[in-house]
């Protein structure tokens, strides 16, 4: 691993506060209970960043993501406040992508143009669904007549890119009803889409009062359609959940799925960070206050053995649809495909696991049980030596 070169580092900004939590939400997010505390948490992001850098090891951040919550709450100077003071304490990369997650419920079109002004090249607008049944059973603030709206107004708003946010699998949701969905969405021409299976997670509002949801059969129909749906589109789908025309997958989520390097701040922000010794994964303070009154102070700190060096990099990289080649995994991991012979082979054998050349990629078979897949690459990797990375 110290001989490897150094990942390519990101910048995620959690922004914690919601207008009301999901259902089916397993993020850390709260419900806005009073007005935010936009200036107090700007300057702590910012001295969180200020007290981080022996974790930037002076390399330039090529990615930006402000994520939630719901970071649309804040407004457009707050936004420029914190790139303005990230720009000061931290080289950016050549054409740093940088994504905004917005909330239909929370915008409209000129706080989009001032999210732009203040330097976001990327929006990612959280639709989930454009029925009003389907968004009253999910909990979301905004409906399907809003949700048209924002799509218009984020496809004018001069962003370099946008992205779409669906979900499907809905309870009670039909097969018409998904690609209605789809097709509603495709109509506004989104350079990028990503389409989500609702799974239930634990601790959440679903998980103690469950929906009725389609059966397997059901779901998987419904995956089919919408799969087809964007590919006729011209949408390549190059990981589980995100489609993109040629030239606008999301950088940032390359770089998790690739298991590469990025600092994580704001309440309940998470970091994975790699240096000579290996790699290690960090926790802010979750909660809001807290994180405020402590300027960033690191809640939990623990460096990865290599045998979850490995699952982590698979958890990540089986997602793309392009999998991942030796080299790559070497660098990540500091193990080549024929150190690992005796965990890839029964997924050979089962046809979950496909390999050309020096890259290892799911199946179809692989990519629709990937959850089942992974789980088994657990359960292997668990029987391992434990020795730190």
Not at 198 to 208: D, N, R, Y
Request: aromatic content about 8%; overall charge negative; charged content about 25%.
């Amino acid at each position: 691993m110290s001989k490897a070169p150094l990942p390519p580092l990101s910048l995620y900004i959690h922004i914690p506060w919601c207008v009301a939590k999901c259902p089916y939400c397993d993020f850390h997010s709260l419900a806005q209970r009073a007005p935010l505390p936009e200036g107090s948490y700007v300057r702590a992001l910012l001295d969180d960043l200020e007290h981080s850098q022996e974790g930037l090891q002076g390399r330039a951040i090529d990615t930006i993501f402000f994520g939630g919550g719901t970071p649309s709450l804040f407004s457009g100077a707050a936004i420029a406040d914190i790139l303005e003071g990230v720009g000061r304490r931290a080289a950016l990369g050549n054409d740093c992508e940088i994504t905004l997650e917005a909330n239909p419920g929370t915008i409209d079109s000129s706080r989009f143009q001032a999210f732009c002004e203040a330097g976001v090249t990327r929006l990612s607008l959280g639709v989930q669904s454009l029925h009003d049944p389907a968004l009253r059973r999910l909990g979301r603030i905004h409906d399907a007549r809003t949700a048209h709206e924002a799509m218009e107004a984020a496809a004018g708003a001069g962003f370099r890119s946008f992205n779409i946010d669906l979900m499907y699998g809905l309870p009670d949701q039909t097969t018409a009803e998904a690609e209605a969905d789809v097709r509603a969405a495709l109509a506004v021409d989104p350079p990028h889409l990503s389409l989500y299976e609702l799974t239930i997670e634990a601790h959440t509002a679903f998980a103690h009062d469950p929906p009725t949801l389609p059966s397997e059969d059901e779901r998987m129909a419904i995956e089919e359609t919408v799969t087809q749906a964007a590919g006729d589109a011209g949408y390549d789908r190059y990981e589980v959940s995100a489609y993109a025309r040629a030239g606008y997958r999301c950088a940032h989520n390359l770089n998790y799925w690739r298991f590469g390097d990025y600092l994580g701040l704001g309440a309940g922000a998470h970091s994975k960070l790699t240096d000579a010794q290996g790699v290690t994964r960090m926790a802010r303070n979750a909660d809001p206050a807290a994180y405020m009154a402590d300027r960033g102070r690191i809640a939990s700190r623990r460096r990865l053995a290599r045998r979850e060096l490995i699952f982590e990099f698979l958890l990540n990289a089986l997602r793309l649809t392009e999998g991942f080649s030796q080299d790559l995994l070497r660098d990540r991991t500091g193990y080549d495909f024929t150190d690992l012979e005796s965990l890839w082979a029964p997924a050979f054998a089962r046809d979950l696991l496909g390999r050309e050349g020096d890259r290892m990629h799911t199946t179809p078979l692989g990519r629709r049980f990937l959850d089942a897949l992974l789980a088994e690459f657990l359960a292997a990797t668990e029987t391992m030596p434990a020795e730190a990375s």
